[in-house]
């Protein structure tokens, strides 16, 4: 399982980065500190914030719930991928003041449909 974790990690985290974890979760992250990341972790049985390190897990913590709750009742693990990425979208243009609905009305529009081909 640590090689299958440590591929997933090396194909989607950059090296050098700052992993954040609960003390009591998977075993084998543990891993990390002997990869080229940084690993800290946090023990919620005393507290939610590691205080020599003065990190914790509250703000990924409350993305994935705001990830969670956007996702339909149905159909969400075949196209969590899709749902992800229209998450992304809304947020960074909410966080901008910009409307995220026309905004992807006018990119959709600039797009070239004459090679367009949908995989299933």
């Not at 084998?28 to 020599?52: G, I, P, T």
């Not at 995220?100 to 995989?119: H, I």
């Amino acid at each position: 399982m640590k090689e299958i974790l440590l591929s997933l990690i090396e194909e989607c985290i950059k090296p050098q980065t700052l992993c954040i974890k609960p003390k009591h979760s998977w075993k084998s992250y543990d891993c990390l500190a002997n990869e080229d990341y940084e690993h800290l972790k946090v023990n919620y049985a005393y507290h939610f914030v590691n205080l020599e390190a003065q990190c914790h897990t509250n703000a990924i913590e409350s993305m994935w719930l705001h990830i969670k709750t956007s996702l339909p009742t149905y159909n969400k693990k075949c196209d969590f991928k899709f749902y992800f990425a229209e998450f992304l979208f809304r947020a960074s243009y909410e966080e901008k003041k910009i409307d995220a609905f026309n905004t992807f009305l006018e990119l959709v529009k600039e797009l070239d449909w004459t090679n367009f081909k949908y995989d299933d």
